[in-house]
């Protein structure tokens, strides 16, 4: 098939290469000229394992013209939805729509709009088609559209976008849907066709219920601490249960990242919109915003603020991935800084990235952060289970095996 894609950020590259590496011809499309220019020349603008070999292995047609997506038989909205303190922010997906639009008028041939980007429910419908039938085309007749929304985890985007557990296809009428079961006919996964809004809300409330898991398993493991009980061996052992799983159950200093924070936001605020109070969802958030500061009220146990030098292990928000959005990392530097300690930093990937938002700390060697008079071990990166960390005051937020050889050792909530 002829696929577009607007937006190269994670989503967007990724399916693109998916896509093409599955024979379709794509064409991605993005505002951005550094990052076009970064995929012309087949490197992948953020670290994704494996993206770069897949990108010298498939062509895309890499263009910020709109008209490029003319010919598309499906064209994929990709762009970020990102908050701040007002919201989430659309503009990115109505600039695309509008530019979609300005494309629909002058098309003859049938095509189907797909939003891939995590949108409020209702927004599909509400915001996007009426954006799309500016162009004086009309949705079912002459255009379709769907939902369908992406669930891939960084740093192993390319093997959940091949093998993924179920593929769900909001659809605007079955038209909609026929053509996208056409493009994803060659995936073994189950396909579950809904109602657009339904599309939407299986995408917050699945993050939702990640991100519930995790505070879960943080409360469990706040109570865990107080009494002594080793929290690891209490999720291991709720983990036999298939009810429950052992995945999503790792206690820690909570989730971060560009997804699970910000659709829960995205889910509370619409909540509140409708006068409903969304208070598991809100809980959620309030303990995973403590955690940072309970992991500095620890290390304070220990080692004064003012004038230390506090190494920190670990930037990004996950390991295998460069991406310190909504990090822990922030929430602690912020403290650390604002008390008064020197901050030391490692991370294999993350630096240049968390660079740009705090200059003035130092990043150096995972050995030399060792070197500090307390060491804060933020992500679970492998290779920080081969440091040593004799006679070393830790404090860890990720549960590192070897750290516990430290002289002195506390688990945020182990
Ligand atoms: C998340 C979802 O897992 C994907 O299914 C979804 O497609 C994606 O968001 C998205 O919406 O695009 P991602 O943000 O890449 O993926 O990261 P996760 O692997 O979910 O981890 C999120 C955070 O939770 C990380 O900070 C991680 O350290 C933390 N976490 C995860 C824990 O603290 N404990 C755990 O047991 C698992």
């Known amino acids: 098939?002829?696929?577009?894609?607007?937006?190269?950020?994670?989503?967007?590259?990724?399916?693109?290469?998916?896509?093409?590496?599955?024979?379709?011809?794509?064409?991605?499309?993005?505002?951005?000229?550094?990052?076009?220019?970064?995929?012309?020349?087949?490197?992948?603008?953020?670290?994704?394992?494996?993206?770069?070999?897949?990108?010298?292995?498939?062509?895309?047609e890499v263009s910020a013209d709109y008209q490029k997506i003319l010919p598309s038989d499906v064209i994929f909205m990709c762009l970020g939805t990102p908050s701040d303190e007002s919201g989430i922010i659309l503009v990115y997906i109505k600039e695309a729509a509008k530019e979609i639009a300005d494309i629909l008028k002058t098309k003859q041939d049938y095509c189907v709009v797909a939003v891939k980007s995590t949108v409020i429910p209702g927004a599909t419908e509400e915001l996007i088609i009426p954006i799309l039938e500016t162009s004086g085309r009309k949705v079912g007749d002459d255009f379709g559209v769907c939902m369908s929304p992406e669930f891939l985890s960084e740093g192993k985007a390319i093997k959940d976008f091949m093998n993924p557990a179920r593929i769900i296809?909001?659809?605007?009428?079955?038209?909609?849907?026929?053509?996208?079961c056409g493009l994803y006919s060659a995936f073994k996964a189950p396909i579950m066709r809904t109602?657009?809004?339904?599309?939407?809300?299986?995408?917050?409330?699945?993050?939702?219920?990640?991100a519930t898991k995790i505070s879960y398993i943080n409360e469990i493991g706040n109570i865990c601490k107080k009494l002594g009980i080793d929290t690891y061996e209490v999720a291991k052992g709720m983990g036999f249960d298939?009810?429950?799983?052992?995945?999503?159950?790792?206690?820690?200093?909570?989730?971060?990242?560009?997804?699970?924070?910000k659709d829960l936001r995205m889910l509370v605020a619409k909540a509140k919109e409708i006068?409903?109070?969304?208070?598991i969802l809100e809980a959620v958030l309030q303990l995973n915003a403590t955690l940072a500061l309970n992991m500095v009220n620890l290390l304070k146990?220990?080692?004064?603020?003012?004038?230390?030098?506090?190494?920190?292990?670990?930037?990004?928000?996950?390991?295998?991935?460069?991406?310190?959005?909504?990090s822990q990392a922030i929430k602690i530097t912020e403290v650390l800084i604002r008390e008064g300690a020197t901050v030391k930093a490692y991370d294999p990937l993350a630096v240049t990235n968390f660079n740009k938002l705090y200059p003035q700390i130092q990043y150096v060697t995972k050995e030399e952060v060792l070197n500090s008079d307390a060491i804060l071990i933020v992500t679970e990166w492998g290779e920080f289970?081969?440091?040593?960390?004799?006679?070393?005051?830790?404090?860890?937020?990720?549960?590192?095996?070897?750290?516990?050889?430290?002289?002195?050792?506390e688990g945020v909530c182990w």
């Not at 994704?48 to 292995?57: K, T, V």
């Not at 296809?169 to 996208?180: M, P, R, V």
């Not at 289970?385 to 050792?409: Q, S, T």
Request: aromatic share 6%; proline share 3%; charged share 25%.
């Open 1 to 60: 098939m002829k696929i577009s894609i607007i937006g190269a950020g994670y989503v967007g590259l990724v399916s693109a290469a998916c896509l093409a590496k599955l024979g379709n011809e794509v064409t991605i499309i993005d505002i951005d000229e550094e990052r076009l220019h970064a995929i012309r020349n087949r490197v992948s603008p953020m670290y994704e394992d494996g993206l770069d070999e897949l990108l010298g292995q498939v062509h895309l």
């Open 169 to 180: 296809i909001g659809q605007y009428d079955s038209k909609s849907g026929d053509t996208l």
């Open 195 to 210: 109602s657009l809004k339904a599309a939407e809300m299986i995408k917050l409330a699945s993050n939702a219920f990640l």
């Open 242 to 261: 298939e009810r429950i799983g052992n995945r999503f159950l790792n206690a820690g200093i909570g989730f971060g990242g560009s997804c699970l924070p």
């Open 275 to 279: 006068q409903y109070e969304p208070e």
């Open 301 to 326: 146990k220990h080692v004064p603020l003012k004038g230390a030098v506090i190494g920190l292990l670990g930037l990004a928000f996950k390991p295998g991935t460069d991406d310190v959005r909504d």
């Open 385 to 409: 289970n081969n440091l040593d960390y004799r006679g070393k005051v830790v404090i860890d937020g990720r549960r590192v095996a070897k750290a516990r050889e430290a002289r002195i050792y």
